[in-house]
Every structure is written in C-alpha cells, then in structure tokens.
C-alpha cells in the first residue's frame, strides 16, 4: 500500500511539473510566442517569475494567488491546469501501467489539455498542434505502437475527420455559415488515427453527446448565452480522454462492451 501511493504521487507531481509548461503552452502558442524563451512572466507587470514562484500547485498558494511584485490577481487556471494534469496523469498511469502505450496516450492527453483551453479561449486550434499530432502519429505507426494496425487507424481517421466534415458541409447548407471549423476536421483525422475504426465511431458519438449535455446544462443552469459559436475541440478532446480511461485490458472498451452485451 505504501508503495503503491508512492507511485501514484511521484506520477502526480511529474503530470503538475508538465502541466505547468501547459500553462506556458496555452498562453504563448495562439499569441505566437516562443515556449522556451522568455521565460516565464507576469502577464501584468512583465516582472520575471523566480524559480520558487514558479513550483506547480504549491507557489500560487504560497502567493495567494497574486503576484509577487505587482500583487495583481494570477488566474486560477494555473493552479487548476496543474491540478487536472496531474490527476489525469495518475489515472492514465493507473489504466495502462507503465507501458509504451501509457507513453504514446498520456502525449496526446497533454496536446487535448492545451486545446482545449485555446480552443475555448480563441476559437481556433493551431496547426502546430495538427502538425506534431500527425508526425507523431506516422512516427508511432511506423513503429506499431498501437494495439491497432496501420489499416485501422486509416480508416479511423478518415472516418472521424470525414464525418466532421460532412457535417459541417451539411450545417452550412442550412445555416448559410461556416460552423464546424477546419480545425475541428483536422484533430479528428489526428484522434481518429489514433484510436481506429471502431473507437472514432464511439468517439464521434460521445464527442456530440458529451457538447450536447454541456449546452443544455450550461443554457438552463449556468444562464449561459449563445454566442451562436461554441468551440467543438474542447468536446473531441473529452470524448477521446472517456475512450482512453474506459479501456480493457487486451485493447477493448468497456462503453462499448457495455453497449454490445446490452444490446444484442
Ligand atoms: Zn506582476
């Protein structure tokens, strides 16, 4: 027992450590700006943040959440990205072992945090990120990485990013406007890629599911106003994060065996 939650902190502090680069991740990429230099900075009074200002988690509470110099108010995302990526990464460590594929997946958990975030920020997904999604994706299949086989993951992509497409034709038939973005098309060539035929299918679903209980929650309880765009990444991102937590040992899913001995 004691090993084991030893384990688990050590996998906590490395996910807090890499999500507080996510924060440099999602503040400076849609902004253009380098990730490794300057380093980091108040983004009020440009004053340099100190080693030990700058501790996942523990400084922002140290600080109360203000900075050192200038005592204007650090948002809370900070402590709350650190937060979720370290818990994520507990989780991933916990479904899949400390395997190759724990390896390959948690890479694209960190990528679906930062796009989430620029996604509901900016309403955009920066190709950097279709960019090292898809070169990382080759790189792994070339190597079989995945459980899946080269094949799959074709057809994966082309049916997550295929559909999104369709769809988004569809609605801008009717709507007279753009409203599925191209963005949107390109990370689900990426997750389709990723998770293959079967799961894209499974991804797509949840991904609509998943927006639509957002938006009716978010409308009656959160008064939440339309501004006629709501960004789709953001959903993808939390399909295919159920997708990863949800797997079997041997490959399976648990939604869809829950789906398949229920149904048929
Ligand atoms: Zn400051």
Redesign the pocket.
């Known amino acids: 027992m004691q090993t084991f939650q030893l384990f688990h902190s050590v996998f906590f502090l490395f996910g807090a450590i890499f999500g507080s680069f996510l924060n440099v991740v999602i503040w400076r990429v849609p902004r253009n700006e380098s990730i490794v230099s300057p380093p980091s900075h108040?983004s009020?009074?440009n004053?340099q943040i100190a080693p030990y200002d700058n501790i996942p988690l523990i400084s922002w509470l140290i600080l109360g959440g203000k900075?050192r110099?200038?005592k204007?108010e650090i948002s809370s995302r900070y402590i709350i990205v650190e937060f979720i990526t370290g818990l994520l990464t507990v989780f991933m460590v916990v479904t899949y072992g400390i395997s190759t594929e724990f390896f390959i997946k948690i890479f694209y958990v960190y990528m679906l945090i930062a796009i989430t975030y620029i996604d509901f920020d900016h309403y955009i997904i920066p190709n950097e990120f279709i960019l090292l999604g898809v070169t990382s994706l080759l790189f792994i299949h070339f190597f079989n990485g995945l459980p899946i086989s080269k094949l799959d993951g074709f057809y994966g992509a082309i049916t997550f990013g295929g559909f999104l497409y369709f769809i988004g034709k569809v609605a801008e038939l009717i709507l007279k406007k753009e409203s599925m973005g191209f963005g949107d098309v390109k990370l689900g060539l990426v997750l389709g890629g990723l998770l293959g035929l079967k799961l894209s299918i499974l991804g797509l679903f949840l991904s609509f599911l998943i927006s639509g209980l957002f938006t009716i929650i978010g409308i009656s309880l959160f008064k939440m106003k339309s501004k006629g765009e709501i960004p789709f990444g953001p959903f993808m991102a939390a399909a295919t994060l159920v997708i990863f937590l949800t797997r079997t040992p041997g490959g399976g899913n648990s939604i869809l065996n829950w789906y398949f001995t229920t149904m048929f």
């Open positions: 108040c009020s009074c004053k900075c110099h200038c204007k």
